[in-house]
C-alpha cells in the first residue's frame, strides 16, 4: 500500500509477491509461512526500510523497475542482491485468497497495473520514498 502522510491514509494499495526461498519460484508454497534473509542466492524476500532509488529497465512485467537500498541490516545486501521493485504478469490486480501469489526469487513484484501507477507516483516525488517490508 502507498500510505499518504499527509492525509493520514492509504492512497494506493495492491498486491505484492515476496520470494520463494528454497521453493520453485511462481508457485505459492510459502504463502502461509514465508520466509525472509538478507542472504545472497537465498531467493528470499528481506524485511526492512528501503530507500527507492533509480528507475531502469526492468525483463520483467512493463520492462520498469527501481533499485532499491537496504538500510537496515535485514536488508543490507539488497543492491548486491539485485533485489528491485518490478511488475510480473503473475501477480493479479484481485485478491487471490485463500491461494497466495506466484512467488518471485526475492524482489517485491507487483501487477503490471499497479506498477503503471507506482511508476507515475515515484517519478513524479522529488523526495526520496521509503519502501518497507513487513510480515
Same mark, same amino acid.
Given at each position: 500500500?502507498?500510505?499518504?502522510?499527509?492525509?493520514?491514509?492509504?492512497?494506493?494499495?495492491?498486491?505484492?509477491?515476496?520470494?520463494?526461498? @528454497? @521453493?520453485?519460484?511462481?508457485?505459492?508454497? &510459502?504463502?502461509?509461512?514465508?520466509?525472509?534473509?538478507? &542472504?545472497?542466492?537465498?531467493?528470499?524476500?528481506?524485511?526492512?526500510?528501503?530507500?527507492? %532509488?533509480?528507475?531502469?529497465?526492468?525483463?520483467?512485467?512493463?520492462?520498469?523497475?527501481?533499485?532499491?537500498?537496504?538500510?537496515?541490516?535485514?536488508?543490507?545486501? %539488497?543492491?548486491?542482491?539485485?533485489?528491485?521493485?518490478?511488475?510480473?504478469?503473475?501477480? &493479479?490486480?484481485?485478491?487471490?485468497?485463500?491461494?497466495?501469489?506466484?512467488?518471485?526469487?526475492?524482489?517485491? %513484484?507487483?501487477?503490471?497495473?499497479?506498477?503503471?501507477?507506482?511508476?507515475?507516483?515515484?517519478?513524479?516525488?522529488?523526495?526520496?520514498?521509503?519502501?518497507?517490508?513487513?510480515?
Amino acid at each position: 500500500m502507498v500510505w499518504s502522510f499527509n492525509e493520514n491514509k492509504i492512497s494506493q494499495q495492491g498486491l505484492v509477491t515476496h520470494g520463494c526461498g @528454497n @521453493n520453485g519460484w511462481s508457485g505459492d508454497n &510459502t504463502r502461509t509461512s514465508p520466509e525472509f534473509s538478507n &542472504t545472497c542466492d537465498s531467493h528470499c524476500s528481506s524485511l526492512g526500510k528501503y530507500k527507492v %532509488a533509480e528507475r531502469g529497465y526492468s525483463q520483467w512485467g512493463i520492462n520498469i523497475k527501481y533499485l532499491l537500498y537496504g538500510l537496515d541490516s535485514s536488508n543490507s545486501n %539488497a543492491l548486491k542482491r539485485t533485489i528491485v521493485l518490478h511488475s510480473w504478469e503473475a501477480v &493479479t490486480d484481485e485478491e487471490i485468497f485463500p491461494n497466495g501469489s506466484a512467488e518471485s526469487w526475492g524482489c517485491p %513484484a507487483v501487477s503490471n497495473n499497479y506498477m503503471l501507477k507506482l511508476d507515475e507516483l515515484l517519478k513524479a516525488s522529488d523526495k526520496p520514498l521509503l519502501l518497507w517490508i513487513i510480515n
